[in-house]
């Protein structure tokens, strides 16, 4: 069965550079979310979206944003990049049940991000 | 805003033998999901099992199961005759199921747990 997919799955980016982390959901999956996780912590959510508008936000800092596209796939476009943001990004996806949230999220195998 | 709490950082248990996980919630919503999932050393993150909060019956997936107290808010995770495979970090997350009320996973802390041969 397909899986999330995210691209890439390493990334070395200097501070103050610009990265820009790809997900391509399960298909027919309407709803994103991204997750930072860092050293020996929990996923932390970030956004999420669903059928293209954003549907949830967390600790996303002003530095980030994202988005959804016409074919659902997503993208988490990080600007100034700080030491701090060294973590594994994760995409998950899932597909809304109608008059309840969604089930189940899927997740990809995360893009490891780190910054020198 | 809920709360998701491992009091466990740490679990072992023998391989073949019986572990429990715990977990606590903290939340004001009546309808929501609970679920387990694990994070090998791959990092990837796979999902162990799923609870309905409406639903009085605990989940069971072959050799993983829960035990679901929504008055007290506990939610463990029990793994039968543990195998090597079952060594990694376990999450326990909550999500809503109240259509206003966002859609994320919260996550606990995670319980690292180690099988022994």
């Known amino acids: 069965a397909a899986g999330v997919i995210q691209s890439p799955r390493h990334l070395i980016k200097e501070k103050r550079e610009t990265a820009t982390l790809k997900c391509y959901p399960i298909?027919?999956?309407?709803?994103v979310y991204w997750y930072q996780q860092g050293p020996g912590q929990d996923p932390q959510f970030l956004i999420s979206?669903?059928?293209?508008?954003?549907?949830d936000k967390g600790s996303i800092p002003d530095r980030f944003s994202a988005q959804q596209f016409s074919d659902y796939h997503s993208e988490l476009n990080m600007s100034s990049l700080e030491l701090g943001d060294s973590a594994l990004y994760f995409c998950?996806?899932?597909?809304?049940?109608?008059?309840?949230?969604?089930?189940?999220?899927?997740f990809g195998q995360g893009t490891r991000l780190t910054v020198v | 805003a809920q709360t998701v709490t491992q009091s466990q950082p740490e679990m072992s248990v023998q391989e073949a033998e019986t572990v429990t996980l715990s977990c606590t919630y903290d939340?004001?919503?009546?309808?929501?999901?609970l679920f387990w999932y694990k994070q090998p050393p791959s990092r990837q993150m796979i999902l162990v099992i799923r609870?309905?909060?409406?639903?009085?019956q605990n989940a069971t997936e072959n050799r993983f199961s829960v035990n679901f107290q929504k008055a007290a808010k506990s939610f463990s995770l029990k793994i039968s005759d543990s195998q090597l495979g079952d060594a990694a970090m376990y999450f326990c997350?909550?999500?809503?199921?109240?259509?206003?009320?966002?859609?994320?996973?919260?996550f606990g802390e995670g319980t690292q747990l180690t099988v022994n041969p």
């Open positions: 997350a909550y999500r809503s199921a109240e259509e206003t009320s966002g859609s994320r996973l919260t």
């Open positions: 979206f669903y059928e293209k508008m954003q549907s």
């Open positions: 998950a996806s899932s597909l809304v049940v109608y008059a309840r949230a969604n089930t189940e999220a899927f």
């Open positions: 939340t004001s919503e009546s309808d929501y999901y």
């Open positions: 609870q309905e909060a409406y639903k009085q």
């Open positions: 298909p027919r999956h309407d709803t």
